[in-house]
């Protein structure tokens, strides 16, 4: 009799290991899919935050364009500007500063006017700068303009109600600095968007040049000369303002 006869069938066996020895198993397949898992799973953090930080931004821009108010200034006095922008801030304790921008090839100068300066209105007057509503900016632009500074943009803000020791009060007395503020972009955003609910904005202004205003170097601007006329009002000094025209233009 065979053994095929009795219904035995030959199988492969495997030789058992010897004891204290164990069957070695190629890990190199799963060390890679283990480097994988951790190169994805820093990828996927790294776009969450990412879109993280985007969408704070963007909620804080959405919020600055719906609390900015805009102020209708005539054509005609937009025509003459040169992409120049109008900042007037009037802070707490009767403080004010007036600063013209002038931006060229990522470059910007900055032109202090004196609150006292005198411009002349469309209807003829002759007033201070400080004395014009700045919620109706086109009184300043026209005297501006009628002076030979073109301003093009305007930015309104209207802190004289603000408390001079919050936050906002600090800064409107410039006793916070606008470039201390760059390197907070969270604190930044917050703040700008509660002075946008005091800002009064021009045509052709976007919300933005809020932001723009953080990065401009307003430490060190450039004074207009002025003197006094025999009426006692003060005006341009015609000579050294041809001068700083000239260069901050």
Same mark, same amino acid.
Do not use: C
């Given at each position: 009799?065979?053994?095929?006869?009795?219904?035995?069938?030959?199988?492969?066996?495997?030789?058992?290991?010897?004891?204290?020895?164990?069957?070695?198993?190629?890990?190199?397949?799963?060390?890679?899919?283990?480097?994988? =898992?951790?190169?994805?799973?820093?990828?996927?953090? $790294?776009?969450? @935050?990412?879109?993280? !930080?985007?969408? +704070? /931004? %963007? *909620?804080?821009?959405?919020?600055?364009?719906?609390?900015?108010?805009?102020?209708?200034?005539?054509?005609?006095?937009?025509?003459?500007?040169?992409?120049?922008?109008?900042?007037?801030?009037?802070?707490?304790?009767?403080?004010?500063?007036?600063?013209?921008?002038?931006?060229?090839?990522?470059?910007?100068?900055?032109?202090?006017?004196?609150?006292?300066?005198?411009?002349?209105?469309?209807?003829?007057?002759?007033?201070?700068?400080?004395?014009?509503?700045? =919620?109706?900016?086109?009184?300043?632009?026209?005297? $501006?303009?009628? @002076?030979?500074?073109? !301003?093009?943009? +305007? /930015? %309104? *803000?209207?802190?004289?109600?603000?408390?001079?020791?919050?936050?906002?009060?600090?800064?409107?007395?410039?006793?916070?600095?606008?470039?201390?503020?760059?390197?907070?972009?969270?604190?930044?955003?917050?703040?700008?968007?509660?002075?946008?609910?005091?800002?009064?904005?021009?045509?052709?202004?976007?919300?933005?040049?809020?932001?723009?205003?953080?990065?401009?170097?307003?430490?060190?601007?450039?004074?207009?000369?002025?003197?006094?006329?025999?009426?006692? =009002?003060?005006?341009?000094?015609?000579?050294?303002?041809?001068?700083? @025209?000239?260069?901050?233009?």
């Amino acid at each position: 009799m065979t053994i095929e006869a009795i219904g035995w069938q030959p199988r492969d066996f495997a030789p058992e290991p010897r004891s204290g020895h164990q069957p070695v198993v190629a890990a190199g397949p799963r060390r890679r899919f283990g480097l994988k =898992r951790v190169l994805i799973g820093t990828g996927v953090a $790294l776009f969450a @935050l990412a879109a993280s !930080v985007a969408a +704070y /931004v %963007g *909620v804080g821009l959405y919020k600055i364009d719906h609390a900015v108010h805009h102020v209708e200034i005539p054509a005609t006095l937009l025509a003459k500007g040169h992409n120049d922008l109008l900042a007037v801030v009037k802070g707490p304790n009767h403080t004010e500063e007036i600063y013209v921008f002038h931006t060229m090839t990522g470059h910007t100068n900055v032109l202090q006017i004196p609150d006292k300066l005198q411009i002349v209105t469309p209807g003829g007057q002759h007033l201070p700068v400080s004395g014009v509503d700045l =919620r109706k900016p086109a009184d300043i632009i026209f005297g $501006l303009n009628h @002076l030979g500074i073109p !301003v093009d943009r +305007y /930015v %309104g *803000v209207d802190l004289h109600m603000v408390s001079p020791t919050s936050s906002l009060g600090k800064l409107a007395t410039g006793k916070l600095s606008v470039s201390s503020l760059i390197s907070h972009p969270a604190g930044s955003m917050a703040l700008i968007e509660s002075v946008a609910h005091h800002v009064y904005l021009g045509p052709n202004t976007a919300p933005s040049a809020l932001l723009s205003l953080t990065k401009v170097p307003a430490g060190h601007p450039v004074s207009v000369p002025t003197s006094k006329d025999s009426n006692g =009002r003060v005006v341009l000094s015609a000579t050294p303002y041809v001068d700083v @025209l000239r260069n901050f233009l």
